[in-house]
């Protein structure tokens, strides 16, 4: 019975792990060097901080609950990970957007994708979002192009960077 048990707890382990891509953490470190530390938060917006950050990002945001991450090395702030959930198409994709201490939006990572898998974004088109201005607020079609055939993929990141910079911008800037 219990080998029962174990296989069905793999097996189900198995399957709830088959779409993450990569841990916040391990995004952070690759992002930040080996010798950081990372610490994570849960924030919970007030009504006031929700609607700010909605009206800045020009979108609605799912949750008033954030989770971020902090990057620490030698006691000094190097930079936070913004971890933002938008639905693709029926299916919910998590992704890592990487601030860093002088406000820039380093990088972004993909870290679960829960629709199939030939609707992520290639490297390159993730590349666009390397080395951009928090206070700049990116539109799909504008300064990002879409993707054919994943154009709900790209919006869903576009729109999440949105929220991220926002987010950063109301919560984190400056602390």
Request: charged share 25%; glycine share 4%.
């Amino acid at each position: 019975m219990k080998y029962i048990y174990a296989l069905v707890i793999m097996f189900l382990t198995i399957q709830l792990n088959a779409k993450m891509i990569t841990s916040p953490i391990d995004a952070m470190i690759n992002s930040f060097g080996d010798k950081v530390k990372i610490s994570k938060k849960n924030i919970l917006l007030t009504t006031k901080q929700a609607k700010n950050i909605s009206k800045d990002a020009k979108t609605k945001l799912n949750s008033k609950i954030f989770r971020i991450f902090k990057a620490v090395k030698a006691k000094k702030v190097l930079g936070y990970g913004v971890l933002v959930s938008k639905k693709v198409r029926s299916k919910n994709a998590v992704i890592l957007y990487i601030i860093n201490k002088d406000s820039i939006l380093k990088s972004i990572e993909i870290i679960a994708f829960n629709e199939p898998t030939e609707y992520i974004p290639s490297k390159t088109w993730i590349s666009q979002f390397d080395n951009i201005s928090t206070d700049k607020r990116l539109r799909i079609g504008k300064e990002i192009p879409t993707i054919t055939g994943a154009t709900l993929s790209a919006r869903s990141i576009v729109d999440g960077s949105r929220i991220a910079l926002a987010f950063y911008d109301e919560i984190l800037k400056g602390k």
